[in-house]
């Protein structure tokens, strides 16, 4: 069974601070992606790593993609509030009928 | 257009009511899901249509129906639900391409009373 492990489930970080979150999934895939997700909100997408060692950046975060070791990570640099919300990594997998299962979630709280 | 629309975005009902969702795309993605998303929990996949054929079925209650009338909708069927069913249902697509990437609804509150 595919399975997906995301930490720390819960973080609060000061402005300013550089912080990571760390997705681990339990079997062969080369598709992993981030997600966003504000209190009351859909998923807003933000990643998608395709290959081995795929590193994406957009404004304050980069993700990146180490297949071998599956595991993922999304680096947080110089937080400000505005990037306050639920974190999601997600992959899908041949094993998965390429369906995607989600971690459970880091809920991030910047504060001032 | 880049949008997946989902009817109603608050639904709440009884649990001898029957009901529908509905989702709606013109991306021609040729799949759509329907998750379940409790709060504070990851989105649990209910439903997958891939080329409107039903193609897993992640052993949901009967009570929940899904209907894909054409590759550009997508309905769920809500009939005798229980108050544990309360959640927020969110609707995706995807082109099911090299990237696989999903894309959501803004999704549709449901409360049973």
């Known amino acids: 069974e595919l399975k997906v492990e995301q930490n720390p489930l819960f973080l609060s970080m000061q402005e300013g601070k550089n912080y990571t979150i760390y997705c681990n999934y339990s079997?062969?895939?080369?598709?992993l992606y981030w997600y966003r997700q504000d209190p009351g909100k859909s998923l807003e997408s933000l990643f998608v790593l395709l290959s081995n060692g795929a590193v994406k950046q957009e404004g304050r975060l980069m993700a990146s993609l180490d297949t071998k070791a599956r595991l993922s990570t999304l680096h947080i640099t110089a937080a400000v509030h505005d990037l306050s919300a639920t974190y999601f990594c997600?992959?899908?997998?041949?094993?998965?009928?390429?369906?995607?299962?989600f971690g459970a979630g880091t809920r991030l709280t910047v504060k001032p | 257009d880049t949008e997946v629309t989902q009817t109603p975005k608050h639904l709440v009902m009884g649990m001898t009511n029957k009901k529908s969702l509905k989702c709606e795309q013109h991306m021609g993605h040729r799949a759509m899901y329907w998750y379940k998303q409790k709060a504070k929990k990851p989105p649990e996949l209910m439903f997958v249509?891939?080329?409107?054929?039903?193609?897993i079925n992640e052993s949901v209650p009967s009570r929940f129906s899904p209907e894909c009338p054409n590759s550009s909708l997508l309905n769920l069927h809500l009939h005798a639900l229980q108050p544990e069913d309360s959640a927020l249902y969110l609707c995706?697509?995807?082109?099911?391409?090299?990237?696989?990437?999903?894309?959501f609804g803004e999704g549709s509150r449901l409360t049973v009373l």
């Open positions: 995706a697509s995807s082109p099911r391409d090299q990237t696989g990437e999903l894309f």
């Open positions: 079997t062969t895939s080369d598709r």
């Open positions: 249509y891939s080329y409107e054929k039903l193609s």
């Open positions: 997600a992959v899908d997998s041949l094993y998965n009928n390429n369906d995607m299962r």
